[in-house]
């Protein structure tokens, strides 16, 4: 006799279908875009989403230069690191980290949104960000998405 059910289907590194996807963050609020694009690394949006699995997808992000940020946060907001040293903390705002390297704010969002763990680290390396339209991966076929789209 056969048993009534269901099985449960986990993904795994073998099962999963990674995509290619592109986003134009061109006048985007940082935190919103931010949090849709850490659902599309972490593999949410797919209905095979198993939490421990890196399922998401390859996220190539253009026009990070061109990301808006509300209020004061151009001046208020700061990105602290450490050296290592004592008393080596160090502190930079929004404004100043904006004009060495656009890109590290949009980084430093995603990266902030994704796991603290060694599955994050590797969700992380699928994220490709660049200040312009151009990007070198044309090879991989990238699907373009409007963050606005998505829920």
Known sequence: MEKLGYKTISANKD???KNWVVVDVD????GRMASKVAKL??????PNFTPHVDCGDNVIILNASKI??????WKN????????YPGGQRSVT?????KKNPTRIVENAIRG????NKLGAMLYRNLKVYTGQEHKHQGQNPIEIKLNKIK
């Open 15 to 17: 099962t999963v279908n």
């Open 27 to 30: 006048g985007l609020t940082l």
């Open 41 to 46: 690394l972490r593999g949410k949006h797919k």
């Open 68 to 73: 808006k940020l509300t209020g004061n946060k």
């Open 77 to 84: 907001k700061e990105y602290i690191r450490h050296t290592g």
């Open 94 to 98: 929004a404004e100043q980290l904006y």
């Open 113 to 116: 949104m994704l796991p603290k």
